[in-house]
């Protein structure tokens, strides 16, 4: 019995076709399953490197041939697709019963069966054997954070020592907040910020952001949601300047 299936009351209902057929139909459709899946997952890479050079896709790195193999091969069916054969209707508009429907959940529960057993005990061979190329950082998301945050502080430094050097040494406020990044600190003194202040701390800004962006572009070992978090930081930084 499975969920309410009985096996041998559906073999037994198979309509003009042997149990045999039956069974060669359900091999035959897991195998175009399969290679449909892989298939599509190469696909879907051949896709994604084409569509990068016009649009802006979240991952623009190739990951060659292994990996699509392998997300391919674990496409295993279960529950959904015994869930869709189970939503045939019994009968038709007409009364009539839905014609092939003993079938149709037979094939169903060989191609559960099968790619179960097949897929999902060979999986682990295959990614041992094919030995995927780490392509993502491993740095932890922290230590990433933290580097990232120490770079854009050392690019904010830098950026306000080129461009604003002459006033360094007249605006006390400025030279305050010339302190805080070099300290490497999050946020501003908010009693300290005057009108020029604002205007350079956003110009400030801006740039953080080119750079976050560049950034972003260029170190491809980089997670995007760290770009992000940063990026979050720098608009919080900028709300705050709206009441100030």
Do not use: C
Request: a neutral charge; zero cysteines.
């Amino acid at each position: 019995m499975l969920i309410g299936l009985d096996l041998p009351q559906i073999t037994n209902g198979l309509e003009e076709v042997s149990l045999p057929s039956a069974i060669g139909y359900g091999v035959l459709i897991t195998l175009v399953l399969i290679v449909s899946r892989i298939l599509s997952s190469y696909g879907a890479v051949v896709v994604t490197l084409i569509a990068r050079n016009f649009i802006t896709v979240a991952d623009t790195r190739n990951p060659g041939l292994k990996a699509p193999f392998i997300l391919g091969w674990s496409g295993m069916r279960g529950v959904v697709s015994l869930a869709a054969a189970l939503s045939i209707p019994v009968y038709l508009n007409n009364g009539n019963g839905f014609p092939q429907r003993n079938l149709i959940l037979f094939i169903t529960f060989v191609v559960i069966l099968l790619t179960l057993l097949i897929q999902g005990l060979t999986l682990p061979y295959f990614i041992k054997k094919i030995k995927l190329t780490d392509i993502y950082d491993p740095t932890p998301r922290d230590e990433a954070y933290n580097q990232l945050r120490q770079e854009l502080a050392q690019y904010a430094l830098h950026y306000l020592k080129t461009n604003y050097n002459d006033q360094l040494d007249s605006n006390t406020p400025l030279k305050y907040l010339v302190k805080r990044w070099e300290q490497h600190s999050n946020g501003i003194d908010d009693e300290s910020i005057g009108t020029d202040l604002k205007v350079i701390y956003l110009d400030l800004l801006h740039k953080q952001r080119e750079w976050l962006v560049n950034k972003n572009k260029e170190d491809q070992t980089l997670d995007e949601s760290i770009i992000r978090r940063q990026m979050h930081y720098l608009d919080i930084e900028e709300e705050k300047l709206r009441y100030i």
